[in-house]
């Protein structure tokens, strides 16, 4: 069975780099056809879609987070990473992982992790 695991800070400064891992146990992260997401949700609001990588590196953002985000697979370690530059408060939010297999959508999601940008 498949699991995902966010880990990271939990506070970052107003204009430093957010930085997350996503850990994924129980199958490959290179697995034909899979794409793996980030996605966050703010106190109070909906789900915002930051990106996804793909088996094969892939990448698409959200043309909102685009010129901020990055996003990387580091197969050594069946992990996927995302970083934010530049944040600011309105970056604070749960951010999680989901993985997206072929016909299923978001089927795997990890349980989320806060990080809040405050000084």
């Known amino acids: 069975q498949v699991q995902l695991q966010e880990s990271g800070p939990g506070l970052v400064k107003p204009s430093q780099t957010l930085s997350l891992t996503c850990t994924v146990s129980g199958g490959s992260i290179t697995v034909n056809y899979h794409y793996w997401h980030w996605i966050r949700q703010p106190p109070g609001k909906g789900l915002e879609w930051i990106g996804m990588?793909?088996?094969?590196?892939?990448?698409y953002a959200s043309p909102s987070l685009k010129s901020r985000t990055s996003i990387s697979l580091d197969t050594s370690m069946n992990q996927f990473t995302l970083q934010v530059n530049s944040v600011t408060p309105e970056d604070t939010a749960v951010y999680f992982c989901?993985?997206?297999?072929?016909?299923?959508?978001?089927?795997?999601w990890g349980q989320g992790t806060l990080v809040t940008v405050s000084s």
């Open positions: 990588i793909g088996y094969s590196g892939t990448i």
């Open positions: 989901a993985r997206d297999p072929p016909g299923t959508g978001l089927d795997t």
